[in-house]
Every structure is written in C-alpha cells, then in structure tokens.
C-alpha cells in the first residue's frame, strides 16, 4: 500500500475520490495495470498546497476545525484557494490515534515573486 491515500469530495453527493500516491521513480509505463475498470492512473502536474499536520482519528468534527483553521490561516497570510480540500491519511488502520498522521490540504495559487 501507498502512503498517503488522498480523499477528496466527489461531486456526486456522499461519493468520494480516492488516489493513491504512487514511488516518484515510477512512471505510466512501470505502474501496474488496474484490473477494476473503476481505477484510472493520471499523472497530476505539480501543484502548490498550503496544508495542516494533525493526530487523531479522521472523524468529520476533526477534520472539519483542521479545515476551518487552515482556511482561517490562509486568510491570515493572503492566499488564495483554487480547489476544494484534500484529506491524506498515512497509517493503517490499526494505529494508534496519537501517533496517527493526518493532513489537510488546500491547493493554493501559486506565489508570484517580485
């Protein structure tokens, strides 16, 4: 299994996109084939994420104040969010809440230096 799994609202209501991050050393051709017509492999081109580490399990209340205090931080510094949250789990299921890592990502427009 990789590490994150990224999960992201789906536009379908109560539905969810799922990825798996894949070694930076493979590429299209080396990735194993899906054998569920459910499962797409696509590249994703470099994006820029403003994001915030926290433990504990990923229920809604958890992620939901990580996301409010990210998005009150991105406010605080002027950055502007271009997609909707990302959430990236790391550990099994079977870890302990405490030593869990979790993430909530924003991606962000990219910083334009002077």
Do not use: C
């Given at each position: 299994?990789?590490?994150?799994?990224?999960?992201?609202?789906?536009?379908?209501?109560?539905?969810?996109?799922?990825?798996?991050?894949?070694?930076?050393?493979?590429?299209?051709?080396?990735?194993p084939?899906?054998?569920?017509?459910?499962?797409?492999?696509?590249?994703?081109?470099?994006?820029?994420?403003?994001?915030?580490?926290?433990?504990?399990?990923?229920?809604?209340?958890?992620?939901?104040?990580?996301?409010?205090?990210?998005?009150?931080?991105?406010?605080?510094q002027?950055l502007?969010?271009?997609d909707?949250?990302?959430?990236?789990?790391?550990?099994?299921?079977?870890?302990?809440?405490?030593?869990?890592?979790?993430?909530?990502?924003?991606?962000?427009?990219?910083?334009?230096?002077?």
């Amino acid at each position: 299994m990789t590490a994150p799994v990224i999960q992201q609202a789906s536009t379908e209501k109560g539905k969810w996109k799922i990825r798996f991050v894949m070694p930076s050393d493979s590429t299209m051709d080396t990735l194993p084939k899906p054998n569920d017509s459910r499962v797409e492999l696509l590249p994703i081109s470099e994006k820029r994420y403003a994001v915030i580490r926290f433990s504990g399990f990923s229920s809604q209340d958890n992620l939901e104040s990580h996301l409010e205090e990210l998005r009150t931080y991105l406010k605080a510094q002027n950055l502007r969010p271009i997609d909707d949250p990302v959430f990236a789990f790391y550990n099994p299921p079977w870890t302990l809440p405490f030593l869990r890592r979790n993430e909530v990502m924003i991606e962000i427009e990219p910083v334009v230096s002077a």
